[in-house]
């Protein structure tokens, strides 16, 4: 009897031992301190290098992490090229305008002659934007890194949020990934950087809702603006990827590529290009959040830090799962 006891002790410690392997690991900061030290170092030397020749490599890099993170996980598979028989992630419209890839693939060169085969491209792609809100805003932050590269990337899956949905289900879209409205509020104010096709806002401009008429809070002045820069008819289907730009936050101290809080003084004014940054105003909540930002921009440079950290933590693969792969392009033969 006492043998059986033993016997059966031993087999739930296995058990319990079994299971507990099978969790995939935490990220963890400066997982490659051993593996490839040099990694972290590498990323940020690269993403300096092309920023100082082009400042727009910032925003890009940024907006590349968002569009990873937001379908199936912080796992790379934006990167992955289609092939014959698939139609990748990058191929979905709201892909279509996506810039700066290859910076990536310049950071990944470099470290695979570092450390072959030990560095994630989804990896990359995270430190990547730590580094660019680093430059962009003085905006720093501890990464925990660790990710492994997904092998499914298919145009059909890609569901980010419009910039012209309302509130409530871009709030819906940030809380289907673990984000919640300090998230959303926050991360929406990196669109103070860079520009947008003057498609996205047509609508806004000329027929909101399709009453012919403009969103009927934007401020006078700014709707004037953004009417004589984006001309009626002027965007159709054939042309909508190359039609004109305008910034998406006409007054930002720090010009297009520099990341602060300068978005929500416009938002509170009815100036918010986009009518996604608009919509924070319909929101009680969003919109205290987005007058304390306003006011404190250290505070809106903490939050900031704080929900990259955690959008960069969402259904990534960890341990054993995924892969690392050798190209960030394609998945490993």
Do not use: W
Not at 58 to 80: E, N, Q, T
Not at 187 to 210: A, E, P
Not at 258 to 273: E, K, M
Not at 274 to 302: H, V
């Amino acid at each position: 009897m006492a043998l059986l006891r033993h016997f059966l002790l031993l087999l739930a410690l296995a058990v319990q031992a079994a299971a507990a392997s099978a969790v995939p690991p935490p990220l963890q900061l400066h997982f490659y301190a051993r593996s490839c030290p040099r990694a972290e170092a590498i990323v940020r030397r690269v993403v300096r290098r092309r920023a100082a020749q082009d400042r727009s490599v910032l925003p890009a890099l940024i907006r590349l992490h968002f569009h990873d993170c937001f379908v199936r996980g912080c796992d790379g598979s934006v990167l992955i090229d289609s092939t014959p028989s698939n139609a990748a992630e990058k191929e979905a419209p709201p892909n279509l305008t996506l810039r700066m890839l290859d910076v990536i693939d310049d950071v990944k060169a470099v470290v695979e002659k570092a450390c072959p085969g030990v560095v994630s491209c989804a990896d990359i792609v995270a430190l990547a934007a730590r580094d660019a809100a680093a430059m962009a805003g003085r905006v720093r932050y501890e990464l925990p890194t660790g990710r492994r590269d997904g092998t499914v990337s298919s145009a059909a899956e890609v569901n980010l949020p419009s910039p012209s949905v309302s509130f409530a289900e871009a709030l819906s879209a940030f809380r289907s990934i673990g984000l919640g409205v300090v998230d959303l509020t926050t991360l929406l104010g990196s669109h103070t950087m860079g520009f947008c096709h003057c498609g996205l806002i047509m609508d806004r401009l000329y027929n909101y809702n399709n009453t012919g008429a403009s969103y009927p809070t934007m401020d006078a002045g700014l709707l004037a603006t953004l009417r004589h820069r984006c001309p009626p008819h002027t965007v159709t289907p054939q042309n909508e990827s190359h039609d004109a730009i305008v910034p998406m936050n006409l007054v930002a101290p720090l010009g297009p590529f520099g990341l602060d809080n300068s978005l929500y003084p416009s938002v509170l004014a009815g100036r918010a290009v986009l009518q996604i940054d608009q919509e924070l105003t319909s929101s009680g909540k969003a919109r205290r959040i987005a007058a304390m930002f306003a006011a404190q921009p250290r505070n809106f440079q903490r939050h900031f830090a704080r929900s990259m950290v955690k959008l960069g933590s969402v259904n990534v693969l960890t341990g054993r799962q995924g892969e690392v792969r050798l190209n960030c392009r394609r998945v490993n033969s």
